[in-house]
């Protein structure tokens, strides 16, 4: 990697961290809330517990990540959720808050991530990404029902 490459990338980072904080010290306790299930999402993806997807998902999910071919449901989720879980770890990750909008029961976080994992030949790699999720209110608890996003391309 030139040094330029390597001096841009950090450069990246170092912007998205410091946006990422200076807008999160300015949350409401409701955004702070709703970062606080992003992350509680993410940490339980990490830590193999799949009932995130029966417990934060909404039955009418559409998701799309960057590595497929076309939006999922919630059924596709749990599938590739577990052949990911039987196939990989999260070795490592972190969350870089950029945005909560919420309008009365609709709620759009935007972040990017960092994120080291290791595949079943113990090959690892570290990626970083970003993700847009939408948010519903049903009976006073937030669901995802969408999100969109995914890794950065490899240079």
Request: neutral net charge; glycine residues 4%.
């Amino acid at each position: 990697m030139s040094m330029r490459a390597l001096f841009s990338k950090c450069l990246l980072f170092a912007l998205v961290a410091v946006a990422g904080a200076a807008s999160a010290q300015t949350w409401t306790p409701e955004q702070q809330e709703l970062w606080k299930f992003e992350e509680l999402q993410w940490q339980m993806a990490k830590d193999k517990d799949l009932s995130w997807i029966d417990k934060m998902v909404h039955p009418n999910l559409s998701y799309w990540d960057s590595d497929q071919q076309s939006p999922q449901n919630k059924a596709s989720l749990a599938r590739w959720n577990r052949y990911n879980s039987a196939n990989a770890t999260v070795l490592e990750q972190e969350l870089f808050p950029i945005s909560a909008t919420m309008t009365g029961n609709v709620a759009v976080l935007q972040y990017r991530y960092m994120v080291a994992r290791e595949n079943a030949k113990k090959e690892r790699e570290t990626a970083s990404g970003r993700y847009t999720d939408v948010l519903v209110k049903e009976g006073g608890r937030w669901l995802f029902i969408a999100w969109a996003g995914g890794d950065d391309p490899k240079k």
